[in-house]
């Protein structure tokens, strides 16, 4: 994704100049993220990142056609080929269906990654963040490109603010993704309780620089109250010494031995109070900023007041689980043989004078439009086909309006059209017909 932001200001810049100086920054940044991926696969152990060392040594492996020779060059390669990839993909408009054909693709490649044995616990904890990452991006790239199909293709669109329902489809997707996080965290150390050590290991930079940040605002703060005049008779009262005796250390034939079951109990409860401590944290966050938004909005506090519509619905989400949990209890048993009954088809009975005379004006309108070369598709509702039909045949854009609205409000509506509308959509076609054949003359 990072590699292909470029090429999107390449599409949008048409001139040289430009051109040049976006494949300059995305060769920038392919050339950072190669060397970055070849410190962390080989030099990481021995030198760390800021140390210029390792570049040294990187380049000593490449002159002397080292061992690492071979895996450098594969990583060069893999990096060229995944960065041209995303360029590819950035100068097309990608569909909700090619989105999920790439999510299936990553999905088997992780899986057959998951099969091989790991050859430390780092590389389960970069392996975890990894498919973290890639089920995240996912989910965003197929909410942002279903969005924008409906906003392109459908025949209303979304109503209100893109920006808004950007933000909706972001927070939306951020906490499903941050409940994927802690389901696959207890899921981990469930599995190898190794995993959370190696996870703190893996995010110590961050409490490095976190340290950095409270000890510079320590200094600060330092600095601004040491300027403060204090009252000359104002005096603290000296600290009261006690001398204590030091401790005696107990023999060592009675201390008590631990068992290790327990040992490893108490690890396991103190790491499951953790994870509930974080879910809950998280948990009455997203309480609070919800009821601080909600005050906002009753004060009337809110800049845009347009009117959208969410992406995600929770009553789908849960019809969606029951039918397919469902599906596979009904896999499971054992299907009972249904009796065959003869198919009756009962719908030209049951079908009104009314219903056949639209059905067969329609069916002769799809024959006139086939007849000029514009078919109607197998998935294609009737607005939409009158949509396809009105950039070409604009002259017939009254008439096919009122043939598709009468034959859609029979087809799928609960009342019968009277006699009046027939008799309209009648007339409508007889026009249609009447200027068809004085254009052909």
Known sequence: MVLSL?????????????????????????????????WASLYSQTTPLWNPVWVGDLLTDIVQLDNTFLPIVGIILVCCIFCYRGIHIARYMLEPGQIMRGVLTGGVILVCVNLLPPASTNEEVYLLLLILLFFSFALLARALAYAIFMRQEHLIGLQGS????????????????????????????????????ALQQFLSPVGKVYDGIAYAIAWIMTMLVAWIPLDPHFKLPLPKLRRTRPPVVPPAH?????????????????????????????????????????????????????????????????????????????????????????????????????????????????QWSAGRGYARQRDETPFEFKQRLGLPLVSYEPEMQVVTEVYTATRYGQALPDDAEVERMQQNWISLQRKSNEERE
């Open 162 to 197: 893109k920006s808004t329902q950007d933000r909706l489809i972001m927070s939306t997707v951020g906490l499903i993704c941050l409940a994927f996080a802690v389901v696959a965290l207890i899921l981990g150390v469930t599995i190898n309780p190794t995993l959370l050590a």
């Open 254 to 366: 009675q201390q008590t031995q631990v068992p290790a079951q327990i040992q490893s109990l108490a690890s396991m409860i103190s790491i499951v109070l953790l994870i509930v401590l974080i879910v809950v944290f998280i948990w009455v966050s997203v309480i609070i900023i919800r009821r601080i938004l909600n005050m906002k909005r009753k004060a009337g506090k809110t800049v845009n007041a347009d009117l959208h519509e969410s992406l995600w619905s929770w009553q789908l989400f849960w019809t969606q689980i029951k039918a397919m949990l469902l599906a596979l209890w009904r896999r499971w048993r054992r299907p009972e043989e249904a009796v065959a009954t003869p198919l009756v088809d009962n719908t030209d009975a049951e079908e009104t004078a009314v219903r056949r005379d639209v059905r067969a004006i329609y069916r002769a309108f799809l």
């Open 6 to 38: 470029p090429d999107q200001a390449l599409n949008s810049r048409r001139n040289i100049f430009r051109y040049l100086q976006s494949g300059g920054l995305a060769l920038f940044i392919q050339c950072i993220s190669v060397l970055c991926i070849i």
